[in-house]
């Protein structure tokens, strides 16, 4: 792919194992060192200092929210302040109950287990953490047929730290299980602000407050959107500027990665360009809209929509996607009916 042709991935709030490894570089490692999220962080606080307190294990920990706003940097720093191994696994990578058995008999006291995806776990696993989160036993099935026998396995104490995206599909047996729930909302410019100037000073790089500003304003409200275009930064210093990450390597960067002012990407305005040039704002089902712009209906659903949404960009009616006055706006466009300018 060209640089003209942008990178469709500069705005996912995924992370994929290259960006969880740029990613591990900029964590914080205390919760004093966490930006943002101040009620959940002032939250954590309580419940640690108390477990420290008693010297017993925290209760389970649910966080919910949407990608790239730190749920696993805070199951990393609810380790590290219990100081307990981290296991890290996800719903979708825990086929069978046996594997789940597996993980949770090699733990330790005082270990903390990271779930991520944890509303994707299958029915029988779900069942078997149900009874190891609240008795601190799991049942293992030896055998198969009327030979089958179960036997019962102690667990060490531990904590689950559960992160989802999704908190609605979670069944209420398994959330009742948690002794707290923080639900992670999107970061303000200024805080975000923040999140840059301690990851370019982990880079040894210094950033220019503009810069900065310019940087938070773009970033979806995401630290992990932020830092990935604060690395693109300064790769176009490096390369194209004079070293310098300032204003002017800022909108270089930008540019080159086709990142506007709103924080839309190339697919971002692909989709929004559909609804206001070939269907005349909408109504229109996803399936053909991701056939026009190229890309598979879950892209478009968990990539670009829910950003569009948010600014108010594209509404989903039951008819299908429209787009907003404010998504012609944008792009410079007349809306269907109005008076254009240019005659």
Same mark, same amino acid.
């Given at each position: /792919?060209?640089?003209?042709?942008?990178?469709?991935?500069? /705005?996912?709030?995924?992370?994929?194992?290259?960006? @969880?490894?740029?990613?591990?570089?900029?964590?914080?490692?205390?919760?004093?060192?966490?930006?943002?999220?101040?009620?959940?962080?002032?939250?954590?606080?309580?419940?640690?200092?108390?477990?420290?307190?008693?010297?017993?294990?925290?209760?389970?920990?649910? !966080?919910?929210?949407?990608?790239?706003?730190?749920?696993?940097?805070?199951?990393?720093?609810?380790?590290?302040?219990?100081?307990?191994?981290?296991?890290?696994?996800?719903?979708?990578?825990?086929?069978?109950?046996?594997?789940?058995?597996?993980? !949770?008999?090699?733990?330790?006291?005082?270990?903390?287990?990271?779930?991520?995806?944890?509303?994707?776990? %299958?029915?029988?696993?779900?069942? /078997?953490?149900?009874?190891?989160?609240?008795?601190?036993?799991?049942?293992?099935?030896?055998?198969?047929?009327?030979?089958?026998?179960?036997?019962?396995?102690?667990?060490?104490?531990?904590?689950?730290?559960?992160?989802?995206?999704?908190?609605?599909?979670?069944?209420?047996?398994?959330?009742?299980?948690?002794?707290?729930?923080?639900?992670?909302?999107?970061?303000?410019?200024?805080?975000?602000?923040?999140?840059? +100037? +301690?990851?370019?000073? !982990?880079?040894?790089?210094?950033?220019?407050?503009?810069?900065?500003?310019?940087?938070?304003?773009?970033?979806?409200?995401?630290?992990?959107?932020?830092?990935?275009?604060? @690395?693109?930064?300064?790769?176009?210093?490096?390369? @194209?500027?004079?070293?310098?990450?300032?204003?002017?390597?800022?909108?270089?960067?930008?540019?080159?990665?086709?990142?506007?002012?709103?924080?839309?990407?190339?697919?971002?305005?692909?989709?929004?360009?559909?609804?206001?040039?070939?269907?005349?704002?909408?109504?229109?089902?996803?399936?053909?809209?991701? /056939?026009?712009?190229?890309?598979?209906?879950?892209?478009?659903?968990?990539?670009?929509?829910?950003?569009?949404?948010?600014?108010?960009?594209?509404?989903?009616?039951?008819?299908?996607?429209?787009?907003?006055?404010? %998504?012609?706006?944008?792009?410079? !466009?007349?809306?269907?009916?109005?008076?254009?300018?240019?005659?």
């Amino acid at each position: /792919m060209s640089e003209a042709e942008g990178d469709p991935a500069v /705005m996912d709030t995924a992370a994929d194992d290259v960006e @969880r490894a740029a990613e591990a570089a900029l964590r914080p490692k205390r919760l004093d060192d966490f930006v943002g999220q101040e009620t959940v962080r002032d939250q954590l606080s309580l419940l640690l200092g108390a477990a420290r307190a008693r010297g017993t294990p925290p209760d389970h920990v649910l !966080l919910s929210g949407p990608p790239g706003l730190g749920k696993t940097t805070l199951a990393m720093i609810i380790a590290a302040e219990v100081e307990g191994a981290l296991r890290l696994t996800s719903g979708p990578a825990i086929q069978h109950a046996g594997d789940l058995a597996a993980i !949770l008999s090699s733990l330790q006291e005082h270990d903390v287990l990271f779930i991520d995806e944890i509303h994707r776990l %299958a029915r029988p696993v779900e069942e /078997m953490l149900y009874l190891a989160m609240e008795d601190y036993r799991v049942d293992v099935i030896v055998g198969k047929g009327p030979g089958a026998t179960s036997i019962p396995l102690t667990l060490p104490a531990f904590t689950v730290v559960g992160a989802t995206t999704r908190s609605g599909l979670l069944p209420a047996p398994l959330r009742d299980r948690f002794g707290f729930t923080g639900h992670l909302e999107f970061y303000q410019p200024a805080e975000l602000e923040q999140v840059l +100037r +301690r990851s370019a000073n !982990l880079l040894s790089a210094r950033l220019h407050d503009d810069a900065a500003r310019e940087l938070a304003s773009r970033s979806r409200g995401t630290p992990r959107i932020a830092n990935r275009l604060l @690395r693109r930064v300064q790769d176009f210093a490096q390369v @194209r500027g004079n070293g310098e990450l300032d204003l002017a390597a800022a909108h270089g960067a930008l540019e080159v990665f086709e990142v506007d002012r709103l924080g839309l990407d190339r697919l971002d305005r692909a989709v929004l360009h559909a609804l206001c040039r070939r269907f005349g704002g909408g109504p229109v089902g996803l399936s053909t809209l991701a /056939m026009t712009v190229g890309e598979e209906p879950e892209t478009i659903e968990t990539v670009a929509e829910p950003f569009l949404v948010r600014e108010g960009l594209v509404v989903r009616t039951p008819r299908g996607r429209t787009a907003t006055t404010a %998504a012609y706006e944008h792009l410079g !466009l007349a809306q269907p009916g109005e008076a254009t300018l240019f005659g």
